[in-house]
């Protein structure tokens, strides 16, 4: 994502901003990288960036609800429906509560690399006349807290249909404190550790896939296996709805790549571009996955492609050229078809709709790949002497500790949750299904 320009202080990318830094442990010159629209620090609101962000902010809620919640809510029981929307919905509550009391705060001051402070708790010093880089401050809280929102709803994926709904709830504020803010602090903050070290992360590779995809993996191997996993059918309950989502998605994902250019400009179209190329071609390369090994071409695998594209190009979305992009749409289709179709069954985890298979897998494909395809030799926006090498070797290095800081954060909170209100569900509720057993109601009425 594009950072945060505040009180005339430029905090955006990077690869754009830190160019003294980066001089020094990459060698690469201010030539070539950016246009001067982008390098410029407006004195004021920028009416046509504000719209674009307000869009984008409105395009993110569109991705978590109705979006995620049908494209996971598809892949389940009918008889668990209603109850993942339930989560989903409540869990996004949760997150936009917390994030304008103290969310914000610890993700985006202070001058600490790993977190931030309380500067800005309750929003205190946040006012209308507030801007951040070209758009009202307000807009850009909006925006982070749409990011945060669908990060914790991601990871649900990996323990759907056996978690209690409380459990959801304490999970999710937990999470977000422990895990996600500081990895938000220390990617996208101006004084972050990996800011500072150049790391390139666009619009959430790390902070938001690799995070909720590793959690999901914890969370799913804590947890266990649901009940007849392997020995009974389990499968998508409606594709039509699957591919709804799906297809929100894609459209949402418009406002989570090309709005982390913080405007309308140069980098949010190439962001646009991306999000289009990367997910046609990982939905070509998974379909044509299936047919090389046997199988027949599918509805699910399409869609999974799709996320997958869209999850590894993320990263990417405004730091690599669209030739570029299809490239790692491609690659991404690879490795989350190689981990959901052949590693998972094999280990028998029960990541069951694949948020670690996808979004963990894709996210770590995507962040590695930026470092590569950013380089201008590969069609990428980089200076004409970036440093490949080098900045590979940054990439591997963030994404190796975001994986670390999720899988550990994520398991002290799921042991705390565990130990506070306990995250299974009963082998009888699990068998009548959450629907009924959690929320007394149902998805369908069968009674028509």
């Known amino acids: 994502m594009q950072k945060l320009k505040r009180n005339g202080q430029n905090l955006f990318s990077p690869v754009i901003n830190q160019i003294g830094f980066l001089k020094k442990i990459i060698g690469i010159t201010a030539v070539g990288l950016t246009t001067p629209v982008w390098a410029e620090t407006p004195a004021s609101i920028d009416s046509g960036d504000t719209a674009w962000m307000l869009i984008s902010t409105a395009l993110v809620l569109l991705m978590i609800v109705p979006g995620l ?30 994030w304008p009391l103290i969310g914000y705060s610890l ?91 150049g790391a390139l992360d666009f619009a959430g590779g790390t902070v938001v896939h690799i995070n909720a995809g590793i959690s999901a993996l914890v969370g799913c191997l804590i947890i ?6 392997n020995k009974e059918l389990m499968a998508p309950h409606s594709m039509m709805m699957t591919l709804t989502g799906t297809g929100l998605l894609w459209v949402g994902w418009f406002g989570f790549n090309a709005g982390s250019a913080l405007g309308a400009n140069g980098s949010a179209g190439l962001a646009m571009i991306n999000s289009f190329l990367a997910t046609a071609t990982a939905i070509l390369t998974w379909i044509s996955l299936e047919a090389m090994v046997g199988r027949k071409p599918s509805l699910l695998g399409a869609c999974s492609g799709a996320i997958a594209g869209l999850v590894a190009i993320t990263p990417a979305a405004g730091n690599a050229g669209p030739m570029g992009g299809m490239i790692i749409g491609i ?83 799921f042991f705390v949750v565990d130990k506070i209100v ?18 007394d109601e149902r998805a369908y009425n069968l009674n028509f």
Request: aromatic share 12%; glycine share 10%; net charge neutral.
């Open 69 to 98: 919640a049908l494209f996971y809510v598809g892949m389940v029981r009918a008889k668990n429906a209603l109850s993942l929307l339930t989560q989903i919905l409540c869990m996004t509550a949760v997150v936009m509560v917390l």
């Open 107 to 197: 993700a985006f001051s202070g001058s600490s690399p790993f977190i931030g402070d309380l500067t800005n708790l309750f929003l205190k010093k946040v006012t209308p006349a507030s801007i951040s880089g070209s758009i009202p401050e307000y807009v850009f809280i909006c925006y982070q807290m749409t990011f945060a929102a669908i990060t914790a709803a991601l990871a649900l994926g990996g323990f759907a249909e056996r978690i209690k709904f409380k459990a959801v709830m304490l999970f999710t504020p937990l999470w977000l404190l422990l895990v996600y803010l500081p990895l938000a602090h220390m990617v996208w903050s101006s004084d972050g550790y990996f800011f500072k070290m």
């Open 224 to 229: 266990g296996k649901r009940s007849g996993y």
């Open 331 to 413: 690659l991404a289709s690879f490795g989350c078809f190689w981990m959901v179709i052949y590693v998972k069954p094999k280990l028998q985890f029960d990541d069951a709709l694949d948020a670690f298979g996808v979004h963990g897998i894709g996210g770590i494909i995507g962040s590695i790949a930026t470092g590569l395809f950013c380089s201008p030799l590969l069609g990428g926006p980089g200076n004409a002497d970036y440093a490949i090498g080098h900045q590979l070797l940054i990439q591997v290095f963030a994404v190796a500790v975001a994986v670390l800081w999720s899988a550990i954060g994520s398991t002290i909170v």
């Open 422 to 439: 306990g995250l299974r569900v009963s082998p009888e509720e699990e068998n009548i299904g959450l629907d009924i057993s959690e929320h």
